[in-house]
């Protein structure tokens, strides 16, 4: 009886150990797997829309129509650009939002943008990954600013079984290099910097990010006239009510002159950060001018046309570079690239002068309230309800307090001080398909 009861115990802790070891080891390869905008979400009851039933051939005839209509939701009773003069956003404002299908994110930015002061002079662009007609209708319903729906027209959707989908000769991701020229699949001779082979779910979000901010400067017919900036958010992202606010006033900064000398040398304006700890009690009014960092200001960045050709002048490396994260890429092409191009030559270090500087909020008015891994970097994963129930926390506070809609900023220069080191790129773009791709995109005008 002992015995038995021991080998029992032990062929139970066996049991309990295995499970431990795989689920550890399950943990592990989740987050080690984990690239990109796709996740799994098989085990989070978050809402996902159903895709359309359309077939290939509809979709993308529906898509190239649709492209090419550009029609603005509301403008009957919301017309854009503006028509009426005020002191903040005379000529309007832009806002994209980069959609994949997570309903009950969108869900809640969409309630915390219909609560934004201002809002009712944004035009908001919504760039589709995924073709629905539920993502649709809840757009399609914004009753509080004027809406425009894009759809990137190459998406895994699209292209299910071809490239920029994967097809089926496409070589395995793990596969070495040895083992797929032997059996022949198609990108054999083209791994990534780590000797991986492309993921079309991964490499779709470099490809819609380029294509989406060619067409809304190159495109958008209404936009051919704004010379203002352009704000780019994700489903997932939450907005303070003051955020429009803010930007304005940010925006006046970077005239430089009397309010803020230095601040002249800001190129993007960032209304989000990953900060652990804000609080917009104390902090609502402070914007500090640092170097663009892809890893910390890539959330509600916000630049305007003139910037962007200059971006554009670098779609060479954007597009070529081992990275298949878009930030990641352009810091790359902030360091690399950008700083030849304003012919300011390393000085004896090697170091150049040319520094992509931001202007950040220390309080955040964007937060990104997604599930860990969306962003795919340690320092950016918050879980769903922590953010979110942080951000509401400091915002709440900051009412009571009346801190919120600054009426000037206090800024700080911080761009000498601080360096942003450039990384070894991060893989996932060896593919000579994906840098075609991508330099086709590229619209010149
Ligand atoms: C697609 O087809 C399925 C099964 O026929 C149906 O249940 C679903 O409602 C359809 N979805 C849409 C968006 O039409
Ligand atoms: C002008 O726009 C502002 C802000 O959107 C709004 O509050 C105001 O009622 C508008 N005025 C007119 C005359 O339409
Ligand atoms: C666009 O942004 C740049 C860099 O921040 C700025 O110098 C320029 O004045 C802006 N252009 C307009 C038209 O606001």
Redo the contacts with the bound molecule.
């Keep these: 009886m002992f015995l038995v009861t021991k080998l029992r115990k032990s062929f139970l802790m066996r049991v309990c150990l295995t499970l431990a070891v795989v689920s550890l080891l399950w943990l592990h390869v989740g987050v080690f797997i984990y690239r990109g905008a796709e996740i799994d979400f098989e085990h989070s009851n978050i809402e996902l829309a159903?895709p359309?039933?359309l077939t290939v051939p509809e979709l993308m005839e529906k898509i190239t129509i649709e492209n090419n209509e550009q029609k603005i939701w509301n403008s009957n009773h919301i017309p854009w650009p503006p028509v009426n003069e005020t002191e903040i956003w005379p000529k309007g404002i832009v806002i994209t939002i980069q959609v994949h299908n997570r309903i009950s994110y969108l869900r809640k930015l969409l309630r915390s943008l219909s609560q934004a002061a201002w809002i009712e002079r944004a035009l908001l662009i919504f760039s589709h990954n995924i073709y629905s007609?539920?993502l649709n209708d809840i757009i399609q319903s914004i009753p509080f600013a004027a809406v425009m729906q894009i759809h990137f027209p190459y998406s895994t959707q699209l292209f299910p079984s071809t490239f920029p989908g994967d097809s089926p000769s496409d070589c395995p991701r793990d596969i070495n290099k040895e083992r797929a020229v032997a059996v022949g699949c198609s990108n054999a001779q083209t791994p990534d910097l780590y000797g991986h082979y492309r993921e079309a779910r991964y490499s779709q979000t470099k490809h819609h990010w380029w294509w989406k901010v060619n067409f809304i400067f190159g495109k958008i017919r209404a936009l051919r006239h704004y010379d203002g900036p352009v704000i780019f958010m994700e489903e997932d992202h939450y907005v303070a009510e003051d955020f429009l606010h803010v930007l304005w006033l940010q925006q006046i900064l970077l005239k430089g002159g009397s309010k803020c000398n230095f601040c002249n040398q800001a190129h993007i304006l960032s209304l989000g950060s990953y900060p652990k700890y804000f609080n917009h009690r104390e902090a609502s009014n402070m914007v500090e001018l640092l170097p663009w960092s892809s890893s910390k200001h890539n959330m509600g960045m916000a630049f305007n046309r003139s910037v962007w050709q200059n971006f554009q002048k670098c779609s060479e490396m954007f597009c070529s570079v081992d990275d298949y994260n878009w930030d990641w890429s352009l810091l790359h092409v902030a360091q690399k690239c950008l700083p030849s191009l304003f012919g300011e030559p390393a000085n004896e270090k090697g170091k150049s002068k040319f520094i992509l500087g931001a202007l950040v909020l220390k309080a955040p008015r964007v937060f990104h309230i997604g599930e860990c891994g969306v962003h795919h970097r340690k320092a950016s994963c918050a879980s769903d309800t922590s953010t979110l129930r942080k951000a509401e926390t400091s915002l709440r506070s900051a009412r009571k307090a009346e801190t919120l809609f600054p009426t000037t900023l206090r800024t700080k220069n911080m761009l000498g001080t601080k360096a942003v080191r450039l990384k070894k790129g991060n893989g996932g773009w060896g593919d000579p398909r994906d840098r075609e791709l991508c330099l086709s995109l590229t619209v010149i005008d």
């Design positions: 159903k359309t039933n007609e539920e």
